[in-house]
């Protein structure tokens, strides 16, 4: 089974956000799943690297020519270099068994739109948490909402994924789905 993680490769970000998400990245590289992730060695993205690491994972990257020089970083990895990051969404998206995410910036946020549009869209059966670490992602979820309130979305669209508040709902969610 492959995860796909999409995650902060910022290095300011407050120390909670990396804290709370090395829980998860733990849990499952422990639960044997190989990662997809978009190959950085820094902040969130790079603990996802080190601990699948750590734990004998496979760990497949993807990345755009924009990014290769942290590539010497990530020696363990199997990477795939793609033209643009709309390419590195699909490929992401289609390698994944489930995708989780976690908090992180724009390209983690076009990701996510992507991602329940795609299972929308194609009636993908592909699994979507939203870890909404410190109400993180309360602003997508008004985003959404308003989508539904001004009839842009059905109010469906919030059946393709799950959010989840804590670590403890993490785990039950991944147990419900197994």
Known sequence: MRVTITSSSSSDINEDYLTESQKVIEY??????DLNWGSSSSSIMGLCYKTF?????????????KYL????????????????????????????????????GLGTISELYSYIEEIRSNDKKTK?????????????????NHL??????????????KVVNNYEDFIKTIEDNN
Not at 28 to 33: E, H, K, S
């Open 148 to 161: 539904i309130e001004e009839k842009f979305a059905s109010s469906n669209i919030l059946d393709y994924f």
């Open 69 to 104: 020089d942290d590539l010497e970083n990530l020696p363990h990895a199997k990477i795939k270099v793609l033209d643009n990051t709309f390419d590195m969404k699909k490929e992401l998206f289609n390698d994944a068994d489930l995708i989780v995410c976690l908090p992180g």
């Open 128 to 144: 979507l948490i939203l870890y909404n670490i410190n109400h993180y992602y309360d602003i997508v979820l008004t985003t959404l």
């Open 28 to 33: 499952l590289a422990g639960q044997g799943y």
């Open 53 to 65: 690491d750590k734990y004998n994972r496979n760990i497949y990257g993807y990345t755009t020519p």
